[in-house]
C-alpha cells in the first residue's frame, strides 16, 4: 500500500532563511504528488502539483524517483508562509493519501 | 467562488445524538470525501463516493455513514455522537482522476459534550 511520510511536525525558521519541507513515499508505480497548505482559519488549498512543474508563492516541489521524495522549498521564508502543510499522494485509486503533516512557523 | 460549501462552520452536540454534516459541491465532481483533521493525525478518511449512491469506507468508518442521493451532495451521518467524534471535519471533492487534485470545503468544527 502506499504511504507518505513527512517526518517533522513542526518546522521553526527565521524570516529570510530558506525552507524545505521533507515528504517521503512509497509506491511502486509513477505516482502524482501534491502539496496542499492551510493558513490559518482558512481552507485546505493545493499549493501546488508536480506534474504542472509550478512555482507558487515562490515555492517549488521536485520530484525525485530515486529517493522517493518530493520536498517543498522556499529560497526565502515569509512570515505569511506560516501554516500546516500537507503532502499527498495519488496512486491510481480514487482518493489521494496525505501524510500527517508539518507545521511550519516562521519567525520575524 | 465557494465551490465546496459545508453547511456549518461550528456545531455542539450532545452525547447520543445523531448528527448530520452536510457538504455540497459546483463543479459537477463524481468524486466527494469526508476526512477527519486532528492534530498530529493529519487527515484521515471517513468515507468517499465515486458517484451517486455509491459509497466505500475509509480508514476510520466506525461510527459513521454516509448518504449521496444527488451528484451534488455528500452528507456524513453520526449515528450517535460520542466525545471521541470531537474533531475538525472536512469534505473534499474530485474529477474521477485525481490529476487536479481536491478542493476543500472549510471544515465544520465538531464539539460533542
Known amino acids: 500500500a502506499q504511504r507518505v511520510t513527512q517526518p517533522e511536525k513542526l518546522l521553526s525558521v527565521f524570516k529570510g532563511a530558506p525552507v524545505e519541507l521533507k515528504c517521503n513515499y512509497s509506491?511502486?508505480?509513477?505516482?502524482?504528488l501534491f502539496w496542499y497548505v492551510q493558513y490559518s482559519r482558512q481552507r485546505l488549498q493545493l499549493l501546488l502539483r508536480?506534474?504542472s512543474r509550478e512555482s507558487i508563492k515562490g515555492f517549488t516541489a521536485d520530484l525525485n524517483k530515486g529517493e522517493t521524495s518530493f520536498h517543498l522549498k522556499k529560497p526565502f521564508a515569509q512570515e505569511e508562509d506560516s501554516a500546516m502543510y500537507y503532502c499527498a499522494l495519488w496512486a491510481g485509486s480514487y482518493q489521494l493519501t496525505f501524510g500527517k503533516g508539518t507545521k511550519l512557523s516562521v519567525i520575524p | 467562488d465557494v465551490k465546496v460549501t459545508q453547511s456549518s462552520r461550528y456545531l455542539v452536540k450532545r452525547t447520543g445524538e445523531k448528527v448530520f454534516l452536510e457538504c455540497v459541491q459546483d463543479?459537477?465532481?463524481?468524486?466527494m470525501f469526508w476526512y477527519r483533521q486532528d492534530p498530529g493525525l493529519g487527515l484521515r478518511l471517513i468515507y468517499f463516493s465515486y458517484d451517486v449512491k455509491m459509497k466505500e469506507k475509509g480508514d476510520i468508518p466506525e461510527g459513521y455513514s454516509v448518504s449521496r442521493e444527488k451528484k451534488e451532495r455528500f452528507s456524513l451521518i453520526l449515528e450517535s455522537a460520542s466525545t471521541n467524534q470531537t474533531s475538525m471535519y472536512l469534505c473534499?471533492?474530485?474529477?474521477?482522476?485525481?490529476?487536479?487534485?481536491?478542493?476543500f470545503g472549510s471544515g465544520t468544527r465538531l464539539t460533542v459534550v
Open positions: 509506491y511502486s508505480g509513477s505516482p502524482e
Open positions: 473534499a471533492s474530485s474529477w474521477q482522476g485525481q490529476i487536479y487534485g481536491y478542493t
Open positions: 463543479m459537477d465532481h463524481e468524486n
Open positions: 508536480h506534474i
